[in-house]
């Protein structure tokens, strides 16, 4: 028998709550832009009108998860006040073809309709009959809309948006929701683009420092046991993501380094198992950097690897005293204090760590060094072989 069942996994206890396609009830700090489609699509239910909006921004910003949330919300609401809403999500990277999109919406009434053999026209005829006879709004999700665009142009999306304008009765039944990194002008020709033109547009900015750590926050008492992770910890994976502002990254770090955390049998994930995890994403070519650098900067280097290890940041008199070990290691007299300030800097300047002033938990204000590049053994490991390289030690 082999040994699966020995291989425990004490540090992810859920880990569906970690993929891209898990809803969390509540989105944190996106409440403006709920409430924005909100009142967009109220008028679907209200009002009998269908409507469009589109979401734009960066990767990892929330769109994706934020249109699934509304639509399951937004359904909830119309089925309240006794109003049929029906809505369909597709991936238009995965389905970059019209044949293949309709296919998808028509799937949602017609569990058993065949996979060919009827045109798009057909098939929106189809489409339309299913919507009268179930008496229903439809939100029709187009995710990533970009890729099928390039793909196979703008008929689809030009005959979904006149799709009610056919119907005799001027009744109002399918909205759009177009989603894509890129603003819509973009990519749509400005023919097609004269009949987006009223449009809603609701733009997606990156995510601060902050927000991402709410985000994986709830994200960690979500898939993991208890007492895996300090908050430190789930600091430095706000901190490295922050860089792009992109809560998919932050998510992925902390599934691998919580994979990481258990195929090393630790109990809890580790400032290391971060930098480890983020090494492995971002491979971090730091050979061609630090080459040019003096003896004593690299010194300061090693010192601040092995003070960190087992630690987010360190301070400055932390990483002070770490540099006259290493240089004891090597036989050095270390340099004067002002010195070491410059090395610091350049360091910083390199991007082989990063000086921040410290914020709250700390009395007054000091500066705190992190490696948010490359686990800090690695690191420390490298700089002892270029520093022998060179004949010292
Ligand atoms: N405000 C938020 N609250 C909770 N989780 C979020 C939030 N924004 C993004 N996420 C999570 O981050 C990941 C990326 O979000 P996603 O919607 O796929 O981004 P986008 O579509 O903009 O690239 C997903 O796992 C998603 O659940
Ligand atoms: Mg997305």
Known sequence: ????????????KDPAKLSFEFVPQSLVHRDKEMQRLFSIF????????????????????????????????????????????????VNCRARNTAASVLLKIIDHFDKGFPDRGFSTTEMLEILRKHIDKKNVNLIVVLDEINVLIKRSGTDLLYALSRFDEENMGGEHRLSLLLISQRP??????????????????????NYDKQQLWDILRDRVELALYPG??????????????????????????????????SEENSEMIAPDHIRSAKAMTHSVITESIMTPLSDHKLLALLGISMAIRSKAYITTSEAEKAYAIASEEFEQTPRAHTRFWEYLKELDGHGLLSLRISGKGHVGKTTLISLPDIPSTVLADKVRSLLKSRGLG
């Open 1 to 12: 028998m082999p040994p699966f069942d020995e291989y425990q996994q004490k540090i992810i």
């Open 228 to 261: 895996t992770i300090e908050d430190e910890t789930v600091e430095l994976i706000a901190d490295i993501s922050s860089e792009w502002g992109d809560a998919r990254f932050g998510i992925e770090l902390l599934e691998n380094s919580g994979m990481m955390a």
């Open 184 to 205: 819509i002008y973009e990519f749509l020709d400005p023919a097609t683009l004269s009949t987006f033109k009223r449009t809603n547009t609701i733009q997606f900015e």
């Open 42 to 89: 109220r008028q679907t239910v209200e009002g009998n009108m269908s409507q469009r909006a589109f979401l734009t921004g960066n990767v990892g910003t929330g769109k994706s998860v934020l249109s699934k949330r509304f639509c399951i919300d937004f359904k909830e609401w119309a089925n309240e006040k006794n109003k049929g809403l029906e809505f369909v999500v």
